[in-house]
């Protein structure tokens, strides 16, 4: 399948149904959406499925989708999220949906998100509306008396208290006259409600905090559930899209705007499930504690299901929208395989990735009857699935290094590679036959000595000598060397939050990192290309790269060890 942003089809869900059907009615002249994502961490695989569902409905239907920072708790929340959190949406939707970016200001640089702490002046004047109308008040119970009593169905005794009482005391809140947690302010609802959320649920706490874009100014904080419907109604939203967690709070939503009479037509609420993967985690609180706890390198871990992550490792923005758009958009919870993701790397890399030869684990082959100081150039094609790549030039010396595992001493049958006696093809090159093997002194073996047969190349008397195995190679005198990184699944398990501590399930092998022989092309690699190496996965410079040195990661490899192995087993 390919890009949904060159898509003629445009996706169809449940939530695209109803945009479809608001719009053909008339109810809205323009689709309104958002992503709010709180800056409390990085952004994951599972905000890319919300980004392209919110992004993707503002782009099919003409709209515009705003990001806003749901920034209404003052302690976790940091600019260096916020920054990150933009650098991501932007490099996501970039060439696809970046028209359909809402703004706050045409004039303002072009990250700057909306805020929702931009409207806590506007949000607390509704909560004055709100006590003006008898349908807030202030309440001295403590936090724990709150939720006590919301369970059993307890009314507050301040639940009657006069409005003109309830006004003074939320703007001495406000003031910062009383410590943190003495009152709040609480919506007016119903304490017998079968659905929780309208037991009479906190507005505003106090927090003597600083927040990162207010700074020192408030002492209150509205909770989520009140400024998220707000900021919604500010903004102008009209389908306001989240998780399925949120259904339950969708009576307090509608409550709160009814209840202020704004002007109709009102945003809607609707919600779709998650997304879930195997082998890994997801929630930001989890991801912090593996970066906290240095079980790895940064957000931008490679290893990480963060965006940035994801990018390092050389995932495309254009494989994880694709993702997105297979994956499609329900109302039931799953489970989504890793695989599916990686299914999606695989399709776009091999058809876009430039195909190099390199040797991770080297073994030096000397071709005996091969000329010494003799060079030939032959010629490899860039992409057999494109033939507009066209070809290069490899160059082919006496001494060659070969991938180690594609030599075995005493092979199991059906063994096509390399092995004494045996022989196998070069890629691009000749047929070679292993004579001797050389060990050192513990018997490791150190090198191959080979002889050609040097009619074998393209185009030769014997190249169309049927040999079962061919191997890749590279040649020692012209070769270069890189760091390369081999990242696994992080985790050895599907659900490693499942069951237990989560970190006791991190795969200890999720990072080897080798010195691999390149072809002397891969010089001019550049960070924007994929790389297949050929037979052994998609690669992509990772940005600790210098000029003359070289790093990559492996994206992925060329298909799925982990499902051979669970076949074994
Ligand atoms: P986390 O638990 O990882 O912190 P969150 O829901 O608290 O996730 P937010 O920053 O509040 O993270 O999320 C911003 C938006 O992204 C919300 O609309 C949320 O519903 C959506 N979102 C978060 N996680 C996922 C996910 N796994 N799949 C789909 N959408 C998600
Ligand atoms: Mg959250």
Redesign the pocket.
């Known amino acids: 399948m390919s890009d949904p942003a060159n898509e003629n089809s445009a996706p169809s869900d449940f939530i695209r149904d109803i945009v479809a059907e608001d719009v053909r009615s008339g109810k809205y002249t323009n689709i309104h959406t958002r992503?709010?994502?709180?800056p409390?961490?990085y952004l994951?695989i599972?905000?890319t499925?919300?980004i392209c569902l919110n992004f993707g409905i503002a782009h099919e239907f003409g709209g515009i989708c705003n990001v806003r920072m749901?920034d209404t708790n003052p302690e976790k929340e940091e600019t260096e999220y916020v920054d990150s959190i933009m650098a991501d949406i932007h490099w996501l939707i970039d060439g696809w949906a970046e028209k359909n970016l809402g703004l706050k200001q045409k004039s303002e640089n072009r990250s700057a998100p909306f805020f929702a702490s931009d409207y806590f002046e506007q949000i607390y004047a509704f909560a004055v509306q709100l006590v003006r109308k008898g349908k807030a008040y202030v309440c001295d119970l403590s936090a724990e008396q709150t939720d006590e009593y919301r369970r059993l169905g307890k009314e507050s005794p301040d639940r009657d208290r006069i409005v003109a009482e309830n006004l003074d005391l939320l703007a001495r809140m406000k003031a910062g006259e009383f410590p943190d947690g003495a009152r709040t302010l609480r919506a007016k609802i119903d304490m017998q409600a079968p659905n929780m959320w309208l037991r009479d649920p906190v507005l505003y706490r106090i927090r003597h905090a600083a927040h990162h874009h207010t700074g020192d100014a408030w002492s209150i904080y509205p909770l989520y559930d009140f400024a998220h419907c707000l900021s919604d109604y500010i903004e102008g939203i009209t389908h306001s899209?989240?998780?399925l967690e949120?259904e339950v709070h969708r009576p307090l939503y509608d409550w709160l705007l009814e209840a202020l009479d704004l002007p109709r037509p009102l945003p809607h609420q609707y919600e779709f499930a998650?997304?879930?993967l195997t082998y890994t985690v997801?929630?930001?609180?989890k991801l912090k504690q593996l970066v906290d706890d240095g079980l790895v390198k940064g957000w931008d871990d490679p290893r990480l299901p963060t965006i940035s992550g994801m990018r390092r490792r050389g995932v495309t923005a254009s494989v994880l929208r694709d993702f997105a758009y297979r994956i499609g958009i329900t109302k039931y919870p799953s489970m989504t395989e890793v695989d599916a993701l990686e299914y999606a790397m695989r399709d776009e890399f091999n058809r876009t990735a430039l195909r190099r030869l390199a040797v991770l684990h080297p073994l030096k082959v000397v071709i005996t009857n091969y000329p010494e100081g003799k060079t030939e150039e032959l010629e490899a094609v860039n992409n057999p699935e494109d033939p507009g790549a066209g070809t290069r030039k490899v160059p082919f010396s006496r001494e060659l290094y070969i991938e180690s595992a594609d030599f075995m001493e005493t092979p199991p049958p059906k063994y096509f590679r390399l092995k004494p006696g045996g022989e196998v093809r070069l890629k691009y090159a000749y047929i070679i036959k292993c004579d001797e093997v050389i060990k050192d002194s513990s018997g490791q073996v150190t090198e191959l000595r080979c002889t050609a047969d040097l009619e074998s190349k393209s185009g030769g008397a014997t190249s169309n000598r049927k040999i079962k195995g061919t191997i890749h190679w590279v040649s020692a005198a012209h070769a270069i060397a890189a760091e390369v990184r081999l990242y696994d699944r992080l985790f050895t398990v599907p659900e490693p939050d499942a069951e237990g501590d989560f970190k006791s399930f991190i795969n200890p092998h999720s990072l080897e990192v080798v010195t691999a022989k390149c072809e002397p092309s891969l010089g001019e690699a550049k960070a924007e290309r994929r790389y297949q190496f050929e037979r052994l996965g998609y690669f992509a410079l990772d940005p600790d790269s210098r000029p003359g040195r070289l790093v990559f990661n492996r994206t992925i490899t060329l298909r799925d060890t982990w499902a051979k192995e669970a076949k074994k087993k």
């Open positions: 992503f709010p994502p709180e409390n961490g994951h599972g905000h499925k919300a749901d899209v989240c998780t949120f998650r997304l879930n997801m929630s930001k609180r």
